[in-house]
């Protein structure tokens, strides 16, 4: 069976939701968005603490495997990804964070990307947002994506904001500040206690519009060539095949991992790895799934003098309060992000700009009961607080490859962190950095037991080891499809016709911070483009 829509979006994720929303403005253009996954309408999609439970279901969650490299963090990892309306913004940790302003002008003034530098994005973040503390000169209000500081106070982040500020970094009444140094309660994308994913603030209000259909549980396999101008994709639907035609363009929104998959089971990519997988070859583009970039993280746990955790907020008869209390006003813990403490930082004091994230929480894991996602977080029954961070623009590149033409098979990623010597002086570095925080008078007094990665850990080869043990992913993960290689600045798939990406795979380096809201705002910047384009 074969339909016919001028705009064909394959993924309903952060970024194409958000395409979706704007394509379909116009009542001019038939808009398809097919997404992989099932609806986001679910409980613990609403409750902004509920991704905890969401994690552990494949119904809604993809495991992919990720393999190191031969240098540098040498332990394979399972990487999450949302699968559903909403992709990861239905499943993460709700955080807001544009990135730094450099990251972008980097990219228009030395990458040769025109379009992409502050003056476009900046104006964008400000057009979604509709933030709490107000309207400024950086700050937008009345935009779609609802933005708030969390309201998870408590003593212990409080101490950390104040040990902090003895370390030189301002404490600040949100992260998005010019300039981005500063440390303090997060900004997140929830509204009266719900997650405002981009499903709730791009599609939700949309659905009705005549011009926009939504398919869920539609995979899609590949892209279809006449010639090179794409004209069609193939999904699997509960086992069959369907082809849906692109009049005008296909839009591929399906994410770092998923979206240079696609590619190269169209016939796209590196013409050695396509013809190995058995594809035939539509274009030749070595850049297809490399330049992958990741950040990689590595936390502190430590146990309390003072009973100022949560842990125990998270189990038996006050799990259940917690849950009436959600229930009824929205409120306490299951109503915050999944981090509330962010802070940016410089390890090196000549530096122009931060170049590591911290993100705290007042909880500590039982890592002796730690299986993976799928089998959830149990908490330690004593006081503890976590403190995680990453080096902000990492120069490691890892890939991800199809492994063969069938689209059931998962992709082959190769995660390659700390292979860069940069990547491991700074991660060094801001292990120690994290380390002389928790020393600091209006922190230490606190502070019972450093737990992990513990006080052995002492080295830079001790630091490195811990990030082999301990360390993982940010869920960051960007660069697979970049400008300037894979598509240009407009998003068009270099040497094909009829189709671009719009995720973040196009970003050619890493943002400073964490990637929800820069893939919105891709997916905002693709939809002026394409309409620009129609004109």
């Not at 990487?79 to 990135?99: C, E, F, P, T």
């Not at 030395?110 to 107000?134: C, K, S, V, Y």
């Not at 095949?241 to 005008?248: K, S």
Request: hydrophobic share 40%; glycine share 10%.
């Amino acid at each position: 069976m074969t339909d016919t829509y001028d705009y064909i979006i394959a993924g309903g994720g952060a970024a194409g939701c958000v395409l979706a929303n704007r394509l379909s403005a116009d009542p001019r253009n038939a808009v398809l968005l097919l997404e992989a996954g099932p609806s986001d309408k679910h409980p613990f999609v609403t409750m902004p603490k509920g991704f905890g439970r969401l994690l552990m279901s494949d119904r809604r969650t993809w495991y992919l495997p990720a393999n190191p490299g031969p240098t540098g963090k040498n332990t394979p990892e399972t990487w999450v990804r949302g699968k559903m309306l909403g992709g990861s913004s239905s499943i993460n940790g709700m955080q807001y964070l544009r990135g730094h302003p450099e990251d972008y002008d980097h990219w228009e003034r030395d990458l040769g990307l025109p379009g992409w530098g502050w003056a476009d994005m900046g104006r964008i973040f400000m057009a979604m947002e509709d933030h709490e503390l107000g309207a400024t000169d950086f700050r937008g209000v009345g935009g779609p994506l609802h933005v708030i500081v969390s309201r998870n106070r408590t003593k212990i982040v409080d101490a950390m904001i104040a040990a902090a500020e003895q370390m030189g970094v301002p404490h600040v009444e949100e992260p998005n500040l010019p300039g981005q140094e500063g440390s303090g309660y997060t900004t997140a994308t929830i509204r009266h206690g719900r997650r405002q994913s981009a499903a709730v603030a791009f599609l939700d209000p949309v659905r009705h519009r005549r011009n926009l259909t939504i398919v869920t549980e539609a995979p899609v396999d590949k892209v279809r060539f006449e010639g090179t101008r794409a004209v069609a994709v193939e999904t699997v639907e509960k086992g069959v095949r369907r082809t849906y035609r692109a009049a005008r363009e296909i839009v591929l929104s399906a994410g770092a991992i998923m979206s240079p998959a696609i590619l190269h089971r169209s016939g796209v990519g590196p013409e050695a790895h396509l013809r190995a997988i058995g594809v035939p070859v539509v274009r030749h583009s070595p850049g297809v799934g490399g330049n992958m970039r990741e950040h990689v993280l590595l936390f502190l746990q430590h146990h309390l003098t003072v009973d100022w955790s949560q842990n125990r907020e998270y189990s038996g008869w006050r799990l259940v309060r917690n849950g009436l209390r959600y229930n009824l006003l929205r409120t306490g813990v299951l109503s915050g992000p999944g981090y509330d403490y962010t802070g940016f930082i410089r390890t090196d004091p000549s530096l122009t700009r931060p170049d590591v994230q911290l993100i705290a929480n007042p909880l500590s894991m039982d890592m002796a009961a730690w299986e993976g996602w799928t089998k959830g977080v149990t908490f330690e029954k004593v006081p503890g607080s976590q403190i995680f961070g990453y080096n902000l623009l990492p120069e490691s590149q890892g890939s991800v490859l199809a492994r063969s033409s069938d689209p059931a098979e998962v992709p082959e990623i190769t995660h390659n962190y700390l292979s860069h010597e940069k990547d491991r002086r700074t991660s060094v570095a801001m292990f120690r950095w994290m380390r002389r925080m928790f020393e600091q008078p209006a922190i230490k007094p606190y502070i019972k037991q450093e737990m992990l990665p513990g006080p052995q850990v002492q080295s830079d080869e001790d630091i490195l080891a811990a990030f082999n043990m301990l360390g993982g992913p940010g869920y960051h993960a960007t660069g697979t499809c970049a400008m300037g290689s894979v598509v240009d600045a407009r998003l068009r798939v270099e040497g094909v016709d009829g189709l671009r990406v719009a995720d973040l795979s196009i970003f050619p380096t890493n943002v400073s911070g964490n990637t929800n809201a820069p893939a919105m705002a891709a997916g905002w910047r693709a939809a002026e483009l394409i309409l620009d384009d129609r004109r």
